[in-house]
């Protein structure tokens, strides 16, 4: 085996949806952050996590607002430059607003969170709590809101997305057809 560490930890679990995370600031201000750290950690109450650096524009906003959205993307180049544009310029010096088509949606109590229009899928998501875990921050957030454009199957579950927007190594694609068990 060879032996793995830094980096090559996060690889591990690669490939992984990735994520636009979306915050609103109480004067207005939206951002958003793309990330591949975000997970569900409880069904009741419905409770997710996500991982983002301490200095992120999104993360101060989120912060601020208590509020935030998951939003995950189609597999598609539109989607692939949303990802780039969210992920590879800072909130602090570009208007991340101003090049995203997004909505508005409940977070729950008055706070408004920004899904980008082309979502797939979104969580609105009030924090429950954020602590530091190494080089990021750990949000823990209750999902207040969510919906999905993805299908059922016969017994009503959401089935899977075989068109999911993930990244390995900076490559982006869509998510592999389940395996076929006997």
Request: net charge negative; charged share 15%.
């Amino acid at each position: 085996l060879e032996p793995a560490c830094g980096r090559d930890i996060a690889a591990i679990h690669d490939p992984r949806p990735l994520v636009i995370v979306g915050a609103r600031g109480t004067g207005g201000e939206v951002g958003f952050a793309t990330i591949i750290w975000a997970t569900p950690v409880s069904h009741t109450p419905p409770l997710v996590a996500l991982a983002l650096r301490a200095r992120s524009h999104t993360m101060g906003l989120l912060r601020e607002s208590g509020a935030f959205s998951l939003a995950t993307l189609p597999a598609d180049a539109d989607a692939a430059r949303l990802a780039e544009l969210c992920g590879n310029r800072t909130g602090h010096a570009f208007d991340k607003a101003a090049a995203v088509d997004y909505v508005l949606v409940e977070a729950g109590g008055a706070a408004l969170v920004p899904v980008p229009a082309m979502a797939l899928s979104w969580e609105a998501c009030a924090v429950r709590s954020v602590q530091e875990a190494g080089d990021h921050l750990l949000v823990i957030g209750e999902v207040t809101h969510a919906a999905t454009h993805g299908s059922r199957d016969d017994a009503g579950r959401l089935a899977p997305v075989e068109t999911l927007l993930c990244i390995h190594h900076g490559a982006y694609a869509p998510v592999g057809a389940p395996l076929e068990l006997p």
